[in-house]
């Protein structure tokens, strides 16, 4: 079992930065990979970024590529999100997965997700 708990949500303007924090606890999160996921009212789920368990293979949506960076502290067990440069079309619910390979969760598969963060873009 993993346990996720985001934090960092929050509202900003067109063109500012948030940074979302996941803590996870359980007994494999040193061998899981973690993602990002957003879900905005009326849209289908969208896949925002992964990375594998060591760091060292990182994936990103097309929607965010240059802009948003996941990284990850295992000795923290925390995975975080930084969003630079943010636009209105990034206000979503934000969640936090852990899943098999960061290649799979590239692809939409997670077995584990948090409760969610609100992050809302104002124009």
């Known amino acids: 079992q993993v346990q996720l708990v985001e934090s960092g949500g929050g509202s900003v303007q067109a063109g500012g930065s948030l940074r979302l924090s996941c803590a996870a606890s359980?007994?494999?999160?040193?061998?899981?990979?973690m993602g990002w996921f957003r879900q905005a009212p009326g849209k289908e789920r969208e896949f925002v970024a992964a990375?594998?368990?060591?760091?060292?293979?990182?994936y990103y949506g097309d929607s965010v590529k240059g802009r948003f960076t996941i990284s990850r502290d295992n000795a923290k067990n925390m995975v975080y999100l930084q969003m630079n440069s943010l636009k209105p079309e990034d206000t979503a619910v934000y969640y936090c997965?852990?899943?098999?390979?960061?290649?799979?969760?590239?692809?939409?598969?997670?077995?584990?997700r948090g409760q969610g963060t609100q992050v809302t873009v104002s124009s």
């Open positions: 997965n852990a899943g098999l390979t960061a290649a799979t969760l590239s692809r939409g598969g997670y077995n584990y």
């Open positions: 359980g007994r494999t999160v040193g061998s899981t990979a």
């Open positions: 990375i594998s368990s060591s760091g060292g293979s990182t």
